[in-house]
């Protein structure tokens, strides 16, 4: 048997017909195209975090309820006692995790431009995904359109992003509300941008029951320890930990997590700086000719090129040593769009100087 009679013989046909998810080689640049934190640890606190691993039994298996973090996790976000949470190896694997809890015939719904791993991974599991388009100006939810295609399809999940990913935008939060009350699905507010953002969904668990928050500590500065939760009604969250691997938070991410959590001032005070970047860029990309960038509640910036430019601008700036995200390749609402993530000041000084040459240049 060939290779490819084996391949098609053995897997799902959804799976065949998927492309891995492809990340692009940063080697030797700028890199600002992946929504992390551009700032390290002063080496005091790194001394501590080394001295606190050292203290990790990488022969025994890791506590499987990662009760310690957990319980962190709850108290730093201010989750009632009522609710449960669930932790993931990232928040990737939280949503595929309710997404294999679904039956077969189930079926998902999600605004677009959106998160791809929703749609990337509905698909793999053979689920129907329905991509309800934002309003053309503002990004904002077509609220009509949701209430019209969840009543139509009656999806079992509902993902909104809070700040949207690659928008930027918050939502309405009347038209969000409204989404929730008119679901018989659940609802999850994907918040992995919380950190920039001064809005959040976490105090309205208690009003309604079909209701899961999630967060992660990727874009907050912790990409690398592969972490995130779910927050909801203790019913919901038990499913998931049926599903779930036995270990799928290691020893290292619990204890690296904890101690990175329990310096939350620090967090704190990068938040605020590229918080504060992020309104320079706003200004300084807005400033340059045949460029829009739109308004942002997260650590990155989506803008639109003059048309038919984007992907040589997006070469030309790699060329000049700074890699961000091509999204034109996307069309729609993202034709003709770049995202660049906020970096530190001289990162920020070096992407707008490579975009402002390569303007000029096209
Ligand atoms: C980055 C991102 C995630 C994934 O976060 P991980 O915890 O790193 O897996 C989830 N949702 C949105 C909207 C994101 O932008």
Redesign the pocket.
Known sequence: MTQSNLVSSIFRKEVQAMSAYKVADATGLIKLDA?ENPYSWPEDIKKNWLEALKSCPLNRYPDPEARQLTATIKRLNQIPDQFDVLL?N????I?QLLLMALPPSASVLAPDP??V?YKQLSLCLGLEYHAIPLLADSFDLDFPAMLKAIKTHQPSVVFL?YP??PTGNLFSEASIRGIIKASQGLVVI?E??APFADASFINSLGQYDNLLV?R????LGL?GL???YIAGLPGIIEQLHKIRLPYNINSLTQISADFALSNKALFDQQTQQICAERAVMFERLNALNGITAYPSAANFILFKTPENKANDLFISIKQQGVLIKNMSGQGGLLADCLRVTIGTPEENTAFIAALTKSLDAS
């Open positions: 929504m993931g990232g928040s990737d694997e949503i959106g998160f791993m992003a949207n990913n994907d992995a941008y999630m992660t500590v990727s874009k990409a592969r972490l995130g």
